[in-house]
């Protein structure tokens, strides 16, 4: 039982993850609201923190953020016409 604790989870990028402490996650999750605020993607916050998408999505959601929709960043469309 204890082999399947040090093994790498199936499917996943070859290995684990150190448990964030209460001190480290606020500062992960305050870089990462930062980054998210000033436009990064939830994937990109993932990997500079070497985490799932699941687990910043739900810093993210601690930290308060107002997710954006799927799709990417909404704004102005430089090749739209506009008539």
């Known amino acids: 039982m204890a082999e399947y604790h040090k093994q790498a989870r199936p ?4 290995h684990r ?8 996650r606020q500062q ?3 870089a990462m609201a930062k980054a998210y605020r000033d436009g ?6 993932a990997e500079a923190h070497d985490r799932s ?3 910043t999505r ?3 959601l601690e930290a308060k953020v107002q997710l954006r929709g799927r799709g990417g960043a909404q704004g102005s469309h430089p090749h739209k016409d506009t008539e």
């Open 40 to 45: 990064a993607s939830i994937r990109a916050c």
């Open 11 to 14: 499917g996943g990028n070859g």
């Open 53 to 55: 998408y699941g687990q």
């Open 17 to 24: 993850r150190p448990r964030l402490t209460s001190k480290t």
């Open 28 to 30: 992960v999750r305050e």
């Open 58 to 60: 739900t810093l993210l």
